[in-house]
């Protein structure tokens, strides 16, 4: 884990518990764990993708991030100081230093605002004066690739999808940040203008020297855009490493199942993984043990009834995963008894595990 | 930025940006029948304002032989009441209490009721459904059930029913209000306005008021129509305003017992405020649809 720079990023044991209300009183009748002791960093200036299926947890990670939410527990620490904490850096500090990019491009501009209103307003927030601030506008609107006098007093339903997300993705960057969250927020373009947003993305990184966590659900467009990425399964981390170490060497069966369901990848690099079928299970009621274990071929004993803790494979790649299988001496049967083992394991049985 | 200003990023025609409100102009002025209720009312409003200078004949003054006039009598376009008055200034004249009975209190009821509901909506928690289940409590009575109640316990007078009309259109608009203002707290862009470190007030003025206040408006001019309508009711009850102050609701009333006598001249405070009360539902209707952006 040792990294010779001090991480932009460091998340420790990030919870937090949706509470279901019902009942005529309203009171809590379950919790869903959205996000369950969820830990990692991201380095200045690289990208973190965050990959896994719907409801694992992605969004309610970044908007505990952002102080959206309140988390349960777990401590954010940008930069060498922990957000939100005594002598800490401040909700509001924080805020300045990173920005989040929402997927619906139409939802996240105030339709009563024209572009540049809505550009100006954060600056303004932190007390640039308007006429700057509006000049900070232009000045974004030309650096996301819109022509400012075309754009400036143009409402967001004017505007095309593409368009709509460049503007805020310069509304995001007026506040000058460090980090930028991006939640699937090339999700909803079709395929032409997600490239040219993509180049536009990796434009505005190598110029402003921006830090990325970039959250999808598409493994071609994470694999091509992350330097390092993890892997959530129900609120968890199950896998995290080199984008290589990943898409090259993926160890955990989850991270095998997704990329084995990945529809265009190199036919020489692919796994033999059987892919994944089912729904994953309820967030109210996860399994006991290893989340996975309800559809993972190699489900044993021990998985049902030990949590496997994330564990280093290869240092030199930051890559981890949590299974027992990875785990030497944890009782799995694939598992070594001492070292690491050297090739990932072949599944046995090829059918549905449900 | 060679690869930032590719072609086909740049939208090919220039279009020239409408404001929000121009767009609703533009809509609205497609719209005949908005226009034409709108031409009504401002004939109306216009009347009841200037009413000393337009009406033709003192609408005090009593006569013991040209009582119940037919519609038509040379001096009388409209005829004449029950004691003789002038009924076309009676009506230009009433129209001044009627709409001021019929608007003051949804003016009033639209300040309190939107903050409470914008209060309660974008708080949400304990606060919210402390002003909801209150409001709720409102809900149980018909609303000119209430009116009456109200009027009744605080007595008759033009102030008195102002107030309990006030109290029967909060709980409607505070409702509104919360439910508009919960559905845009959720939108994306409160959310990236908290997160880019705006305060709770500056959230409200700047991206809650705007696209709160325009529906809760349009809900309230619609309520316009029912609060002349309890007025008038509460006038005829002699809740409102007393004799011989002209009023619509008070016209109706005293020119009840003469029904039978002269039906026409009688129907004509009713007219009044069937005509006021549709004219203002309908264009409540057509700014409405006006002001749907999306549309
Ligand atoms: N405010 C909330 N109240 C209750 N449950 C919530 C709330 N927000 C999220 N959840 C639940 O938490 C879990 C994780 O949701 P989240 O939105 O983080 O998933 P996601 O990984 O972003 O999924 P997607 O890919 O569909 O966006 C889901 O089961 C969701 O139903
Ligand atoms: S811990 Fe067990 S159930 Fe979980 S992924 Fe590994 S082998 Fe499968
Ligand atoms: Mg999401």
New binding site residues.
Partial sequence: MESKAQPLLLVKDLKKYFPILGGVLNRKVATVQAVDEVSFEVAKGETLGVVGESGCGKSTTARLLMRLIEPDEGAVIFDGEGVGEQHGLSVRDMRRNMQMVFQDSYASLNPRLTIEESIAFGPKVHGVSGKVARERARALLAKVGLDPNLFVRRYPHELSGGQRQRVNIARALALEPRLVIFDEAVSALDKSVEAQVLNLLNDLKREMNLTYIFISHDLNVVQYISDRVLVMYLGKV?ETGTVEAIYGDPR???TRALLASMPSMDPGNRTTAPALTGDPPNPINPPS?????TR?????E???STE?RLEMIHPAERHA??????IAG?G?S?AMATSPPKAPPQPQHMGVVA | MAETTLPGLVPDVPIASRGYWSSVFRRLSGDWTTILCLVVLLIIILSAVFAPWIAPADPYKTSVIRRLKDIGTPGFPLGTDELGRDMLSRLIHGGRLSLVMGITPVINALIIGSFLGIVAGFVGGKINMVIMRTVDVFYAFPSVLLAIAISGALGAGLVNSIVSLTIVFIPPITRVAESVTTSVRNLDFVEAARASGAGGFTIIRVHVLGNVLGPVFVFATGLISVSIILASGLSFLGLGVRPPEPEWGLMLNTLRQSIYVNPWVCALPGVMIFITSICFNLMSDGLRSAMDVRA
């Fill in positions: 199950v955990h069966p989850y043990g290893c989340r996975f274990r993972c071929a190699f489900a044993e021990i998985c049902a496997p995963a949590a299974c027992h299988m990875e944890s799995h694939k």
